[in-house]
């Protein structure tokens, strides 16, 4: 009886092991899945929201609108963020009112040229 109830322990303490190994494991995994920054997200909706028919921006767009390139070095955020909530209600292309997080993530990306800027020039 005794032996039995070690032997169920120590495969109970194994299979705990095992499984502690696994989340650690799956853990890690996670980490490297890298999340995008609000940079990155910024520069997706740019181009989700064909901000590039009418702005510049790097080498990116073509139109008649302003060229953002340097405005990251011009502004800084909040004055971006307030620009991008007013620039929606006097432009009929934009009919659904952007969610704070997209007005962080684009003045993000518009701001991402001053770090360029202040370290190349």
């Given at each position: 009886?005794?032996r ?5 322990t ?7 092991f095992?499984l502690s190994l696994l989340?650690v494991?799956s853990a ?5 899945k ?15 929201l064909?901000?590039?028919?009418c702005?510049?921006k790097?080498h990116?767009?073509e139109?008649?609108?302003k060229?953002?390139s340097?405005?990251?070095?011009k ?6 963020m307030n620009?991008?909530?007013?620039f929606?209600t006097?432009h009929?292309?934009?009919?659904q009112?952007?969610?704070e997080?997209e007005i ?5 990306y ?7 800027s202040e370290k190349c020039?």
């Open positions: 009886m005794k039995s109830l070690r032997q169920f120590s495969i109970l303490c194994a299979g705990l095992l989340f494991s890690l995994l996670a980490q490297d890298k999340t995008p920054t609000s940079v990155e997200r910024g520069d997706k909706l740019f181009e989700e064909k901000c590039g028919d702005h510049f790097g990116d767009g139109g008649p609108g060229d953002l340097k405005e990251g070095t502004r800084d955020q909040q004055w971006l620009y991008l909530k007013e929606q006097t009929s292309k934009y009919t009112a952007f969610q997080s962080q993530d684009l003045s993000a518009l701001l991402s040229d001053r770090s360029c020039h």
